[in-house]
């Protein structure tokens, strides 16, 4: 592979691409950049014929992308690490591709939970010789910018999408956003791109209520941060009307995530011990939704998601206690996105039929 040119690519989440793809080709000018194509029901077909039965979604979604990547030229992936089970996934996908007879480069970025920014550089200057410290440091700074940026307009999107008075507003609005955020040049730029979408969304015209259902999502990472992988639950919940909050985030994560004792502290008498992976957070969550009156919490997560299946006593007694329903979805596969609609309008319907009870209860 040496006389090769080099091609590098990544698995999708969300829309986090257009921040991975920046600092890649900022940081590795001597490599060419391949983004995988968008998920479709082609990338979970691929990656789930070539998975173990019963690994977890995002592992088939990971290697589903890297399948594609590969197809395209790619021969260097790169695989982020950390976290639960999915620390473990790189050498089996790496294992899988190679038996498919897939010759690349596999580059694990984490090798535990911590983000590392100097051992980051150190793998990306074994790639890029001529990378010096100051220029990765600037461009890593600056991704990460971006990224609050983008977590910051999705929070505001998220609160007001669903009471467009224009449909789709919103969506061609982020979409321009997008393609600006992958050419910004420096800080001063992408300050000044923030700040004139910010108030270009601020301007777009809503009728939303003085009280409208507010629904929490909460739940295992991938599964709340790529759209596919559960079947666009946030933009279905828009359509019906309903201010969606989601806390996770990759900022949430890296930077405004709080410590594990505060997270307990959160859960109150419903947690000892923190669960794993994104679950004690999940618990705290949903206790911190229902104090402040949210309608409703679905949590989400792929089938046999161990954390999260660990948070759902809890969860069931927050529910109990609090008298506020919460749906539960795992995601799999052979997932029908039919039953997830169904079964999304029936909580919706309920919703609206405790909000009028309630209502009725009030004028008695």
Known sequence: MASQEKIMSFPHIGNYHVAIEFLLKHVLENIQVLTPPPIT???LELGSKYSPD??????KYNLGNYLEAL???????????????FGYYGEIQEQILRDLGYDFEFISLIDNEKVNPLAFFNRFKRLNPQLSFTRFAYYFQLTFKMIEAMDSLDHMIRSNIGFAVREGSFELLHKEFLRELAAVEGFRSLDKLYRKYDALFRQLEVNKPDNPLRVG??????????????????KELAKKGIQVTRFITVSYLLRHHPQSSDLLKLAGNYLEYEIGADGTDSVARAKMLAEAGYDGVI??????????????????????DYKMPILYFSFDAQTSETGVLTRLEAFHDMLMMRREANRWQNVI
């Open 41 to 43: 029901k082609k990338t």
């Open 54 to 59: 019963f690994v977890c979604v995002p592992f």
């Open 71 to 85: 197809e395209q030229g790619a021969n260097i992936l790169v695989q982020s690490g950390g976290g639960c089970r």
């Open 217 to 234: 999502i909460v739940g295992e990472l991938y599964t709340l941060m790529e759209p596919f992988s559960s079947c666009f639950i946030e």
């Open 299 to 320: 949590h989400v997560k792929p089938f046999g998601c161990t954390p999260e299946v660990n948070s759902m006593p809890m969860l069931q007694n927050i529910s109990n």
